[in-house]
């Protein structure tokens, strides 16, 4: 890839508030001579290719090795958010599917939700539908999402500016499989509530669309001697 995405952001509601001592925005913090707007969909919809690939779904190659340039060649400047939709289906599974759905500027409403709502319904096989947004959602919007017959993830876009599983902080993770799960109560003799919880909201659940009661281990590593091992259950 000949464009570097190794920034760090800090981004709300779909805008960054980066300051990296300068008062400089993050989407400025590296240099680019094209426009603001083809920059974040990109890095936002790259991210959310590695995302789903993440979670196991299937994902080309050459998705995750689009160039910025080759981007703006293929959306231009100021992209078409129906063509920016990512709809893709799992590895394990073909008839599961996940829709990436980027929303426009405006606030997101009733009215909106009702629309894109009756749009995807017919999509066949779709189990989760992930509203990458710029702007804000109000409550109403909120409350109707909640009626969706599948499972509905909400991201600002700000958080998809980068793949945070890729800052070099991060540990490793590794979710549990029903079966591993398992074996680790009954070698332990625990049950669920006695493993340590994390909260939804927690980026790395986000990231990998975790449900409650999924255990996930995790590896922190303390290069080059050794590393720490910790289970944790999702609240």
Not at 141 to 156: D, H, M, R, S
Request: glycine share 4%.
């Amino acid at each position: 890839m000949e464009e570097t995405r190794d920034v760090e952001w800090h981004c709300e509601n779909g805008v960054s508030t980066f300051d990296d001592g300068t008062h400089s925005h993050c989407i400025a913090k590296t240099v680019d001579d094209g426009g603001v707007d083809s920059k974040r969909f990109y890095l936002a919809r790259t991210t959310a290719f590695e995302m789903l690939r993440d979670r196991g779904y299937q994902v080309s190659d050459a998705e995750l090795s689009c160039s910025l340039s080759e981007f703006r060649s293929a959306f231009g400047e100021k992209p078409d958010l129906e063509r920016l939709r990512i709809c893709v289906s799992l590895r394990s599974d073909f008839r599961k599917k996940i829709l990436v759905v980027f929303m426009g500027s405006e606030p997101i409403t009733v009215k909106s939700i009702h629309a894109l709502h009756s749009e995807i319904s017919s999509t066949q096989g779709l189990q989760v539908l992930i509203l990458v947004s710029q702007s804000k959602m109000n409550h109403f919007a909120q409350k109707e999402l909640a009626t969706f017959p599948f499972t509905v993830e909400t991201f600002p876009i700000g958080d998809l500016l980068v793949n945070i599983t890729k800052h070099t902080a991060q540990p490793k993770i590794e979710i549990l499989t029903k079966e591993e799960k398992q074996e680790l109560l009954s070698k332990h003799g625990i049950e669920d509530k006695q493993i340590p919880f994390l909260q939804e909201k927690d980026s790395f659940v986000r990231y990998y669309g975790l449900k409650k009661k999924q255990v996930v281990k995790i590896t922190y590593s303390k290069e080059p001697v050794d590393s720490f091992v910790t289970y944790r259950c999702i609240d």
